[in-house]
DNA sequence: AGAGGTACTTACCAAAAGGTAAGTACCTGA
DNA sequence: TCAGGTACTTACCTTTTGGTAAGTACCTCT
């Protein structure tokens, strides 16, 4: 009855890798935990402008379940949870980094626009 | 009028190149390509088993209009149409090495299947 | 007292992505 | 003559993905 798969079969390593960083913000997600070492909840959802609650935690969730990144509850209140990157999210993010100056070059080539506040929040 | 975008505004480097990346069958015509120089529409299809022609037109098409692919038609009887990849497809392919290393030690950490014949053929 | 913060959860809805199956037009080989 | 190949195109439908908005329970600050 679990709705999440994402164990398979791949074709090959890259469609293995695409499947557990596909999904709107799981790079950014990587990037900005790569970026600060570990962040609560709050501060993720204020550092990716636009992100609605409702997915990222779904999206912290399936990369709990696919060991790209640990959780810690602090049973304190107010509540407080922190994310991090376990050893094999550190190492996506790496791979992943060669995609990502591939990419700057495209978006010079093609003269795109980084994302401004004002377009990514919604109010 | 156009329906496809894939412009930005991107967030980073990652976000514009997942951007052209992301699509069910892109990395794997991506590698096809590579890995055999040149193919002709049905050689593809067949090198992708279980991909429909409405998706490997669809995708083809966008990769081309995103400077990835090259499309050589020649004026004969029956239709010949030869892609290949633009120097941009071939420096996105080497950008995706890492992330295809990385995707084949997931593979074995959560010991997944490669995907067979018989499961990716509809008939 | 009331606003606002913590980290979620849930129901409902809209948009995007992808699949199925048929049609097109012309050719080759059995 | 008729199946099967070439490279598509189109209409229709299902699945997946993501967004909105509300609720929860308890806290601090003004």
Redesign the interface.
Known sequence: MTKSAR????????????D???GKWK??IL?ELHDHGTRRFAELRRGLPGVSEKMLIQHLREMEED?LVHREVYREVPPKVEYSLTE?GL??N??????????????R??G?????FD?AATS
């Open positions: 164990r398979g079969p791949y074709f090959c390593g890259i469609d293995a890798a695409m557990v960083v596909s790079s950014l990037w060991g094999h190492s996506l790496a791979a992943l980094a060669p995609l990502g100056e591939w990419g700057t070059g495209r978006i080539r093609i795109a626009e980084k994302v401004s377009v």
